[in-house]
Structure formats: structure tokens, C-alpha cells
């Protein structure tokens, strides 16, 4: 558990806000599983925005460059932390493992 | 897509241009010149253009992306030839000048140094022009080649 | 994830037809003073939208009505449309080629060609690091 708070989630440098810190420190009591589930989703749900925002500047439907960048990065960063949160979760898994009983 | 094919049809347009400054600047330095080997004086002379496909498979990529007229839409350019200009220049009175005829008079080159300078300043121009596609085509092609990095 | 998903697919799309409209750009502005040249104009914004919302090209309607392109499958045949630029009056070497506007439309083109390169390397990038970091 100790492992899991250690790792400070970043805080939203950006309007759009990176729900990934509420999913890291608040998220509902239900153990290792449950927080990575959340980190899960919610990389996923700013992956698919990235997504969207990519396609509506291509196709000419937003003229909003950086908006679709931020969008980007945010995707990127989100990822890292959910990569990051699974890495600790599946090492603390595996100490927990060694113990001797 | 042939991105050597745009810099092709850019460098096209550059030859072109810069022959023409050749042209012009022939003219503005024979402005005076009422004397040539072959009798007469200086004829300006100019350049015309054509549009010219310039070689290559994209013909091929932009059928398969485009409807529509417009295989010309890939040409570049060419000079077609140089031609003289016929139009009679003035003629001043000058009975000491060396070139003049019996009467006095002598055939003036048909050099209007203004026009000429206009259009030398519409062919550095269109050589600018020229050169920032050249960048512009080489920036893409480098932004693409990012896509690996 | 697939590896290429609809967005990557809307991005390549946008290369080969911003590249194709760079093409033509670059050739009216070499022929800024060619007598009698008629600049011409690709546009394709309208097909690739209707592509990337799954409408499929516009050729399919002709088979059937209610045929809609597999989200995906139009955007590989996304087709655009070569026309003459409107001219006004023409100038007296009947040369209709609008230089400023060449130059703003190329500055602009590259520019969403540029972003568009850049961003496909940013997702690569990121399907990298995902394959790299899984242990």
C-alpha cells in the first residue's frame, strides 16, 4: 500500500484536468484491483478524446491546434501514469508473493 | 506522394525565372546601345513562358486521389523561346552622334528602362515565391520522414 | 488498440491528400506568369469528413441507395475534387493565378500536413512505449 501512495500523481497543468490524480489518491476502497481498473478506464477515456480531437482537426471541423495537442500529451501522460501504477501494483503483488509465511 | 515532383516543378519555375532576368538584363544594358553586329540598333527582347508537365509517376497518385479536369494541374514551367521585340524605339536628333543617318537622326534601342526594371522586380519576386515552395516541400518531407523518429 | 485504428487511418488519409493538394499548389505558383495558364484548385475536406464519419465514398451510392462505406474501408478512397479557382477579371496575359492566395493556401496546407506527420509520430511513439514497457 505504502508503494502505491509513493507515487505523487501529477497535477492538471491544463483545464481539461487528468482524472487520473482522483483515481490514484480518492478512488473507492476496494484494494489493488480496483485502483487499477480506474487508472484503466479513465487513460482510456482520454485516449478516445485524444482521438476524437485529432480527427475533428484533420477533417477541418475545429481550427483548435492546440487544444488537440494538449489533448495529446494529456493521453500520453495519462498512459504513463496508468503503465506506472500497474508496474508497482504488480511488483507489490509479487513481494507479497515472497513472503514467507 | 512524390515530393521530389514538387521541387521539380519549383526549380522549373526558378530556371525560368532567372532566364528571364537574363533577358532583362541584357535589355537594360544595351539600353544605349544604337549600334549592333547586325545593323540597327539593340532589340529588346523577352521571354515566353509555357506551362510543361514535368515527368513523373504522381500523374498516376493524383488520378487515383482527384476527379476532375486538370492533368495540368501538375506543370511546371518552361521558357518556350526568346523573342525579339519589334516595336520601333525613338528616335532623337543628334546630328554629332556617331550612329546618326544623314538627316541627323539616330535609332534609339526600344528599351524602356522603367518597364524593365518593373519586371525585373516581378521576376525576383516570382523567384521568392518559387524558393518558399522549395522550403515549404522540403520541410514536409522531412516532417514525414519524422514519422519513424 | 488496434494498430491502425481509425485515427491513424483519418491521419494517412490526410498526408496522401495534403500531399496531392501541395502538388498542385506548387504548380501554380511556378506558373504565376505563363500566358493563359488557369490555376486549379484540389479540395477534399468534404470527403474526408464524410469518410471519417463512416459515409463512405461517393462512388458507392451508385450501386446502392443505402450502401454506407465500413468505417475505415472509405477513408482509404477518399476522393478530391480538382476545379478551376474562380477568376475574376482576368489580367491581359489571361493568367488567372491569384499569387498571395497560392502562397497563403501552401503556407496553410503544409502547415496541416506538417501536424498531421507529427502527430502520427506521437502515436507511434506511444504504441512503442507500450509495447516496450510491458513486463
Known sequence: MDQIKAITPPTPAFGGGVGLSQAAAGAPSGGFLDTLQHAISKANDIQLEASQATEALMTGQTQNVHQTMVALQEADVSFQLMMQIRNKLVSAYEDIQRMQI | MEMSDSMAVSVSALDAQRQRLNVISSNLANAQSTHTPGGGPYKRRDVVFQSTPVAGPFQRTLRQLATGPGAHALDGVKVLRVQEDSKPGQVIYDPRHPDADKKGFVKMPNVNVMEEMVNMIGASRSYEANVQAINASRAMKSKALEIGR | ?135
Open chain 3, 1 to 135: 488498440m488496434t494498430l491502425f485504428d481509425h485515427t491513424m487511418q483519418v491521419l494517412n488519409s490526410t498526408l496522401d491528400l495534403r500531399g496531392a493538394r501541395h502538388r498542385v499548389i506548387v504548380s501554380n505558383i511556378a506558373n504565376e506568369e505563363t500566358p493563359g495558364y488557369r490555376a486549379t484548385d484540389f479540395n477534399f475536406l468534404d470527403s474526408l469528413q464524410a469518410a471519417q464519419r463512416g459515409q463512405g465514398p461517393v462512388t458507392l451510392a451508385v450501386t446502392q441507395g443505402k450502401h454506407f462505406g465500413i468505417r475505415g474501408e472509405g477513408l482509404q478512397r477518399v476522393v478530391g475534387k480538382l476545379s478551376d479557382v474562380p477568376a475574376g477579371d482576368l489580367p491581359l496575359d489571361a493568367n488567372s493565378v491569384n499569387i498571395e492566395l497560392e502562397m497563403a493556401k501552401m503556407s496553410d496546407n503544409a502547415g496541416a500536413y506538417n501536424g498531421a506527420a507529427t502527430i502520427m509520430a506521437i502515436r507511434f511513439r506511444q504504441l512503442m512505449g507500450a509495447i516496450r514497457d510491458a513486463r
